[in-house]
């Protein structure tokens, strides 16, 4: 099965942030409204944002205001 394009824009946010160890709240609104703005949240980026949630969590990305 083809990656969709919003997961292919989720991936690159998501390895910046982990390559940066940090996300700015703007971006992480960014990552949330393009995984929504089809209204449906397919398998890819549902691990996707619980892979970036899961860094957030413990502290290995920082969510900066």
Do not use: C, W
Not at 6 to 17: D, F, T, V, Y
Not at 31 to 47: G, L, P, Q, V, Y
């Amino acid at each position: 099965m083809k990656a969709s394009e919003s997961a292919g824009i989720l991936k690159k946010a998501i390895e910046k942030a982990i390559a940066d160890h940090q996300i700015t709240r703007q971006e992480y609104d960014s990552i949330i409204h393009e995984a929504t703005k089809d209204s449906f949240i397919d398998n890819e980026e549902r691990a996707l944002l619980s892979q970036l949630q899961d860094l957030i969590e413990n502290k290995t990305v920082k969510l900066i205001p």
